[in-house]
């Protein structure tokens, strides 16, 4: 994984930089971090990739599920410091939708409106989702004041559509998944693995 120019903004996000670490790197020029054989530098290259590595990941394997017609939520639990920045990710792809992210016992908000990301940073997830369904004036069941709600007979068959499209039994390789998508990473995302079935649901990647 070749070095990025603006490895700093990653390695600052590992969960063991420091003010002396970003000191020293501050310094350094993406070519210079890409061959150099000092021993703090091969680190500071290490720390960056590994960021990069799970942010790359977790922008492939978390899982949004709607809450209402206006918010997406997910389970997320990252190593480092990747919260706001794969929040922002999901934002940016999804304006006008607010994004959540969480665990038990932190959450990141995301709205991106009009080119600009409104951001927030709470506690656990189901406490952010209790307060966002009262703002939202939503039921338990995710449907609006007003009764309406999304159908689900139809985003089940356009599910069906999408997997179906997607499904390969001849690329199926375990072995490289998971050397590129280890354990660790498969829980940050809470990811279920739908083995030797083609015909999955939504329900499979959803929590119980």
Request: charged letters at 30%; one cysteine or more.
């Amino acid at each position: 994984m070749k070095i990025p120019d603006n490895f700093h903004y990653y390695l600052s996000m590992h969960e063991e930089c420091n003010e002396r670490i970003l000191a020293r790197a501050k310094n350094l020029r993406a070519e210079e971090v890409e061959v150099s054989q000092d021993h703090e530098v091969v680190r500071i290259k290490k720390m960056a990739n590994a960021v990069i590595g799970e942010a790359h990941r977790m922008k492939a394997f978390v899982r949004l599920s709607s809450f209402g017609s206006c918010a997406l939520y997910g389970f997320f639990k990252p190593r480092h410091k990747i919260g706001e920045h794969i929040c922002d990710h999901f934002a940016s792809r999804n304006a006008g939708i607010m994004i959540v992210l969480g665990n038990g016992r932190e959450s990141w908000i995301a709205l991106s409106r009009e080119g600009k990301i409104w951001r927030d940073h709470g506690d656990g997830m189901a406490a952010t989702l209790e307060r966002l369904k009262k703002a939202l004036h939503c039921s338990q069941d995710g449907s609006n004041d007003d009764g309406t709600c999304e159908d689900r007979s139809n985003l089940e068959g356009l599910w069906q559509i999408y997997y179906d499209s997607q499904y390969c039994p001849e690329r199926k390789n375990q072995t490289a998944f998971k050397r590129h998508m280890p354990r660790r990473d498969q829980e940050a995302a809470r990811l279920r693995l739908i083995q030797n079935k083609k015909n999955a649901t939504l329900d499979d990647f959803l929590d119980d």
